[in-house]
């Protein structure tokens, strides 16, 4: 196993077909799934021999949000990992943690934020999706007790895919061991049962704003994909946000991840943190995005490739190979730590370097 790539197919044969064909689908006909990568392609690093380089000294590691990660990748929030394995959300945490590096747990994971604590050893963030004001009012309050150190407030939808016609295309998982943490308390999980899913992307900034307002932990905002949106985000207390198409999920217009974030880090790149996910499968592609701004990248298929692959191990190794093969991609480019990569690092094969 020594890409990205060679895990997916270990993986395609450890899940079960609908399940696989769900996770890699998109919206639609899935034109943004591989224009996220696509738009990777188009962009080359520059190589620039030192020949005085010493490249054991290379360091990969760097902050987010004022915390240190050995590697400037983290695990994207992603639902359903138990039918991946059985350890789910607790096998990502220790598998990311021996990577020494960041998880964003998903809000309707089936183990609870406590299990996750008690297995991670960096840093954790809760990805939120706002569905009740009394779920985010329990919530909120009770990962900050423990240790959690952001939310991660997410725009899109939490489901609703619409996907191509295909063998699988009704399949949708059971969410019945979904929302580990609602499970000692009966009427809020009623709640989600209730929910007309039709509102759950009607959002606007009020409520942010109210999010904003009963945690003191720094609020970053997931799916930001235009400048303006990112203003708002800054204008409405965003310590960060993640620029993401949501992996291609949720729609099939628009543009690939790492084609909205110049534009993104141009207008509050000077201000706020700016994360990208959607379509990072390698090392360049980590320092493609770097480059252009981005202070670290998130992925969110790979791991529950390496959590069908082996468990914790396999997560880890998803995130050994991608540090191996950064270390490669700073080596080549010159760079001893990833303060040194910069837009020199890259050239577009569109012309605009
Ligand atoms: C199976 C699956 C479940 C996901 N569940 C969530 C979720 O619960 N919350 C969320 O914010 N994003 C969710 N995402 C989106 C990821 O966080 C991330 O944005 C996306 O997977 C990144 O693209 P990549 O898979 O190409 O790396 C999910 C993605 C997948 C594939």
Not at 59 to 84: C, H, M, N
Not at 317 to 335: Q, T
Request: with cysteine; proline share 4%.
């Amino acid at each position: 196993m020594t890409s990205l790539f060679d895990i997916e197919a270990l993986a395609k044969r450890n899940l079960p077909p609908d399940y696989w064909d769900w996770i890699s689908s998109g919206y639609g006909e899935g034109m943004l799934v591989r224009r996220n990568q696509e738009a990777f392609e188009e962009i080359r690093i520059r190589p620039r021999p030192r020949v005085l380089m010493d490249a054991s000294k290379i360091d990969t590691s760097t902050t987010v949000l004022g915390e240190r990660i050995e590697l400037p990748v983290f695990a994207s929030p992603a639902g359903t990992q138990w039918i991946a394995h059985p350890d789910a959300e607790v096998a990502v945490a220790r598998g990311v943690g021996s990577a020494g590096t960041l998880m964003n747990l998903a809000t309707g994971s089936h183990n609870t934020t406590e299990e996750v604590s008690e297995a991670a050893r960096g840093p954790l963030w809760f990805q939120l999706y706002h569905l009740t004001d009394n779920i985010t009012r329990y919530m909120l309050p009770k990962v900050e007790s423990l240790g959690y150190s952001a939310i991660c407030l997410t725009l899109g939808r939490p489901s609703g895919m619409r996907r191509e016609k295909g063998p699988f295309s009704d399949y949708s998982p059971s969410g019945d061991i979904a929302w580990g943490d609602l499970i000692e308390v009966p009427e809020l999980r009623r709640q989600i049962d209730n929910l007309d899913r039709s509102s759950y992307n009607i959002f606007n900034l009020e409520t942010v704003e109210w999010i904003r307002n009963i945690t003191s932990l720094p609020l970053v905002i997931k799916e930001v994909m235009t400048a303006q949106d990112a203003r708002k985000c800054v204008d409405y207390g965003a310590s960060g946000i993640v620029v993401s198409n949501h992996g291609g999920r949720t729609s099939d217009k628009g543009k690939a991840s790492i084609e909205a974030l110049s534009s993104i880090v141009k207008e509050v790149g000077d201000e706020i943190e700016v994360y990208l996910d959607s379509g990072v499968r390698s090392g360049s592609d980590i320092v493609k995005a770097l480059a252009m701004g981005a202070r670290a990248v998130g992925v969110g298929r790979p791991v529950i490739w390496g959590l069908a692959l082996d468990g914790h191990n396999g997560v880890n190794r998803v995130f050994e190979i991608l540090r191996d093969e950064f270390e490669r991609a700073m080596s080549i480019c010159g760079c001893i730590s990833v303060a040194d990569i910069d837009t020199s690092t890259i050239v577009s094969l569109k012309g605009n370097e």
